[in-house]
């Protein structure tokens, strides 16, 4: 251990403490040895601290913080020196604030165009996602402040998060859900990694020996500190033995108290706790050393995001160069969104921006003189025919209308799924009506995921402006005037309808499990491998200019698994303005014995080109490259054979091929389910049957859904409870008093909501401060039960006045 001498001088009550939460956002220090207490507190596109010279949650309340463009934008950079630049000014801002460690970056993949926080992850492609994240946790760290890569794993969806089992088969947790972790974690040690509510394949994340143990440490050789997700302690003692070394937030003393009554009793041995200890010492010391005075620029930062932004926003449609556009065209801006931007995510990464640019002010400073209408009230799906009307009018009097439309804030939020692709219907009518009567249009579209598209053949352009921070609003006029060229690339198919997609019959699952029947097809590794047709595949993004790709070639034609490979070609622009075209490098198998995709992104490289500009570029593969995860030797394993080299600008467009034979130097089985799960060979997964699911598994599938006749315990929640007498009504009372309190719906609502109804009773306890005594808890269930109510309802009332007088203290620390 590193800090021995430390932790010989330490008492036991302050080794527990160490391994919890002082408050909500900050770990116990040991002042007598001089180890302070320090912050964590939300990311990551931006610092979320709480504003302690004002009252409430910190939700609402937080210091001013560049927001940057989150992740679901920045991943279109494809550009992780731009993400180091971005974490280099997270970690100045974390500087000023005295945070020692932001919470983030997120890797989850999006394995579903609903998950509520999927603006807050990068990509369904690991690789990419693992490439970006590694570039910003490297340039947080730079500056002495700690990252947290979230949420370790299998985390794509709101729904049920506390409590949901993730049944994932282990080469596709591997192929998958764990690459973007396991690159990140290799190339740049995040200080610490943060566990995720949900279980993993029965077996909660926070609990998980071989996943925070055995993966993480011993394989990938991770030696920061695992954090919990705040509330997401299942078993503090089985916790810590399993690699859990710290617990956030503080539980009050509740779970301190099991981990010191544990060593007394010898069910945790003390060197175990010793071992979290030291690497929670380890942090507190690195921390300390840039708990010091430090101003950050605030107007740097601010053009830092525009300039973020505007390289990572995707230009989807542009017919006869309708962009950019200039200043002899009169021009008709509709659309609230061009004033009142949507600009970030809603939940826990929710910045307080220290300003906030917005197009249509932003087309004023450059020199426009554009119309205006709002075309609809951003707080209302339903069509004010009115507001369209004048909507109209506007289109009716310019050349060019810029329609600013997307998903608005109730729609996408932590906490709760979207149920659907669709746009505000007040969006959809509006672009309708001013398509009918100007078809010069543009569309300039707002929100963190794909959306179903109708009326894309009715506008000239199309601009993915995503959610692009507190500078979004200039990065699009940028772009839209032709001062900034559009270089991002989707990070994400885009599929016409929410039934193409691969877990569209498995997603958000059941009550208790959801399955990851699709196993490793994802994304595009589904749709090109099932020949299904996109509305935008995975990689496309268009530019003002025009690139040729040319002279591909390999460095060796046969190699073995054991070594590397460079592919190589130039990228020649050969349009009339500068530009950046992002190459991307696929691996084909051209014969497998396990089914595989038809091709998986291996590599890519922005490239930077003046007009006539050529350059060469080479991407390096290695064993990885063409390895498939065999669960006969749990490990990466190369089927020998021919393999398809292919250089393209989206997963769709191809433009150069080579290969390149590999032979493996491993003797192995390989899986081979062509008899036992033939579905899977033709990417046929949408109705997966048991057997075949089963058999690529590797165990039997575990039950779906609690049996109501099964009493409820600690870890159920009040959802569970529904069909009961007293579960029925708390639930009804639960929707009602925060939709009253929330404005009758929306992402507070929502979020709110499922916090209410989802959470696990122990989490009552837990992320109470005291608050709800584990006694009173014990109550609840005996009520929810049926269970000897009256004495149920004693248990809470006993627990009350102490309820009352802890209340206070707990308010003040969220």
Avoid at 168 to 195: C, G, H
Avoid at 567 to 575: A, H
Wanted: glycine share 8%.
């Amino acid at each position: 251990m590193k800090h021995q001498d430390i932790i010989s001088k330490l008492t036991l009550q302050e080794k527990v403490n160490l391994c919890s939460g002082k408050d909500f956002w900050h770990m116990y220090g040991v002042p007598r040895l001089g180890l302070p207490s320090i912050c964590l507190t939300d990311g990551p596109h931006g610092l979320r601290k709480k504003d302690e010279s004002v009252s409430g949650s910190s939700l609402n309340n937080s210091v001013p913080a560049t927001c940057f463009p989150t992740a679901v934008t920045t991943a279109c950079s494809w550009d992780p020196d731009l993400l180091y630049e971005m974490g280099e000014a997270l970690g100045e801002e974390c500087l000023q604030e005295k945070v020692s460690v932001i919470l983030g970056p997120g890797v989850n993949m999006k394995r579903s165009p609903l998950c509520g926080r999927n603006f807050e992850y990068f990509s369904e492609d690991p690789l990419l996602a693992g490439e970006v994240a590694a570039g910003l946790i490297n340039g947080v760290q730079s500056k002495g402040i700690g990252t947290s890569l979230k949420h370790f794993a299998a985390n794509s969806q709101e729904a049920r998060r506390m409590k949901i089992d993730s049944v994932v088969d282990e080469r596709a947790l591997r192929e998958i859900y764990l690459s973007a972790f396991e690159i990140a974690v290799k190339k740049a040690q995040p200080w610490t990694v943060m566990n995720a509510y949900n279980r993993l394949n029965g077996t909660y994340c926070s609990d998980n020996h071989w996943l925070q143990t055995e993966v993480l440490r011993d394989e990938w050789g991770f030696n920061g500190i695992v954090v919990s997700d705040w509330g997401a302690v299942n078993d503090r003692v089985v916790g810590l033995k399993a690699g859990n070394d710290l617990e956030m937030p503080t539980s009050g003393g509740y779970n301190s108290g099991k981990l010191y009554d544990a060593v007394l009793s010898g069910k945790l041995d003390e060197a175990d706790l010793d071992k979290a200890v030291d690497r929670l010492l380890d942090l507190i010391i690195k921390s300390k050393k840039t708990l010091c005075e430090y101003t950050y620029d605030k107007e740097a930062h601010h053009a830092l995001a525009r300039k973020v932004a505007g390289e990572s926003m995707v230009l989807l449609k542009n017919d006869d160069s309708f962009l950019p556009i200039s200043k002899d065209k009169k021009i008709g801006i509709i659309g609230e969104l061009s004033r009142a931007p949507r600009y970030q995510g809603a939940g826990s990464s929710n910045i307080n921006p220290t300003k906030l640019d917005n197009a249509f002010d932003s087309f004023i400073e450059a020199g426009y003189a554009p119309l205006y209408a709002p075309g609809y009230d951003k707080k209302s799906d339903k069509p004010d025919y009115a507001l369209i009307a004048d909507a109209v009018s506007v289109a009716e009097k310019s050349d060019i209308v810029l329609l600013f439309v997307g998903l608005t804030e109730d729609y996408e939020s932590e906490g709760y799924d979207r149920s659907h692709m669709e746009l505000p219907q007040s969006h959809t009518e509006l672009i309708e009506a001013v398509c009918a009567v100007n078809p010069n249009a543009a569309v300039i579209l707002f929100g963190g995921s794909p959306v179903a598209m109708p009326w894309l053949g009715k506008v000239k352009a199309l601009l993915n402006a995503y959610l692009g921070g507190q500078a979004g609003g200039s990065a699009i006029v940028d772009i839209l005037t032709g001062k900034v060229n559009p270089s991002g690339k989707l990070a994400e198919t885009y599929p016409y309808a929410l039934s193409d997609t691969p877990c569209f019959n498995n997603f958000p699952g059941s009550t208790k499990t959801v399955e990851y029947r699709e196993s490793v097809y994802i994304g595009y590794r589904y749709y090109d491998t099932a020949g299904k047709d996109v509305q935008f595949p995975f990689g496309y993004g268009l530019s003002y200019t025009k690139f040729e790709y040319s002279g591909a070639r390999v460095s060796k034609k046969n190699i073995k698994d054991t070594d590397t490979v460079k592919v190589s070609f130039k990228i020649k622009n050969v349009g009339d303005v500068a530009g950046a075209e992002i190459a991307q490098v696929y691996v084909s198998d051209r014969e497998s014995t396990i089914f595989r995709p038809k091709k998986e992104l291996k590599g890519f490289k922005k490239v930077f080109l003046e007009p006539g500009e050529e350059k060469s570029v080479s991407v390096e593969l290695d064993k990885r490259a063409f390895a498939y995860y065999n669960t006969n030797i749990h490990d990466w394993h190369v089927e020998s054979g021919d393999f398809d080299i292919l250089i393209g600008a989206s997963s769709r467009d191809i433009r150069l091929s080579t290969s390149v034979h590999v032979d493996s130097t491993v003797d192995a089985e390989i899986p081979d389910f062509r008899v036992s799960a033939p579905a899977y060979y033709e990417a046929d997964i949408m109705n997966v049957p048991d057997g075949q699911f089963a058999a690529v598994l590797g165990r039997e599938i575990p039950q779906s859904a609690r049996p109501a006749a099964e009493p409820l315990d600690i870890n159920c929640s009040l959802e569970d409870a529904v069909n009961s007498k007293w579960g029925k009504r708390i639930n009804a009372l639960i929707d009602k008093v925060l939709s009253l309190n929330f404005n009758a719906g929306g992402s507070s609502s929502g979020m709110m909501k499922a916090m209410a109804l989802q959470i696990p009773v122990r989490d009552f306890v837990a992320m109470s401060g005291g608050v709800f005594t584990e006694e009173m808890a014990n109550g609840l269930l005996m009520i929810l039960n049926g269970e000897n109510e009256g004495k149920g309802l004693g248990k809470i009332l006993k627990g009350l006045a102490g309820a009352i007088a802890k209340l206070p203290t707990l308010l003040k620390q969220i």
